[in-house]
């Protein structure tokens, strides 16, 4: 039986500090599902329910296969959130669940559910501690960060969600915020 602990295995994707930083992401394998509106709507609710369900799936094929491994954080894509204080009903997203190298879709047949390889790059990371709302600092001294550096950002608004917000308070939430910039 192999174990496998994919944030060790990727510990720089999974661990970041109060300061930006750069980082080079490689192409990695993800369940996504898309969706657009409020992250607390059931739309949303749904598609992480069915993200999990697919990710659970794959984990018991390859657990048959002999291979064993924590389903890793959550993660999403952001796009159209504006200043991220306004309406929510309009933003739109991918939520994303990395997938160890052998795992392929034809382990998951669930609707709305796809695997696709994921190619980031180089790309700048922080971690914001606290609520959701209030990650605009975090993210203006990430911006600040890559400019100093000569860096354009051209990613898209991504998440990595390193806390269980059923399970923690929000000013304790942890998440990675990480924008794909040029090398």
């Known amino acids: 039986m192999t174990t496998l602990d994919l944030r060790k295995l990727h510990r720089p994707l999974y661990t970041?500090?109060?300061?930006?930083?750069?980082?080079d992401v490689p192409p990695l394998p993800f369940l996504m599902v898309d969706g657009a509106g409020d992250p607390a709507g059931e739309?949303?609710?749904?598609?992480?329910?069915?993200?999990y369900k697919a990710a659970y799936r794959v984990r018991a094929v390859l657990k048959a296969a002999g291979t064993v491994y924590s389903v890793p954080p959550l993660q999403g894509l952001w796009t159209d959130v504006g200043d991220g204080r306004g309406d929510?009903?309009?933003?739109?997203?991918?939520?994303?669940?990395q997938q160890p190298a052998g795992a392929d879709a034809a382990m998951?047949?669930?609707?709305?559910?796809?695997f696709e390889t994921f190619t980031?790059?180089?790309s700048v990371h922080?971690?914001?501690?606290?609520?959701?709302a209030q990650e605009t600092p975090a993210i203006e001294r990430l911006l600040?960060?890559?400019?100093?550096?000569?860096?354009?950002?051209?990613?898209t608004h991504?998440?990595?969600?390193?806390s269980d917000p059923r399970r923690t308070a929000p000013e304790r939430l942890r998440t990675i915020i990480r924008y794909g910039v040029t090398a």
């Open 16 to 23: 970041a500090g109060a300061e930006p930083e750069f980082v």
């Open 43 to 51: 739309a949303y609710l749904d598609a992480v329910g069915r993200l």
């Open 88 to 97: 929510r009903s309009a933003w739109k997203w991918t939520m994303l669940l």
């Open 108 to 114: 998951q047949d669930v609707e709305g559910v796809r």
């Open 120 to 122: 980031e790059g180089p």
């Open 126 to 132: 922080v971690l914001h501690v606290g609520p959701y």
């Open 144 to 155: 600040a960060f890559a400019a100093r550096h000569d860096r354009a950002v051209t990613g």
């Open 158 to 162: 991504h998440e990595i969600y390193l």
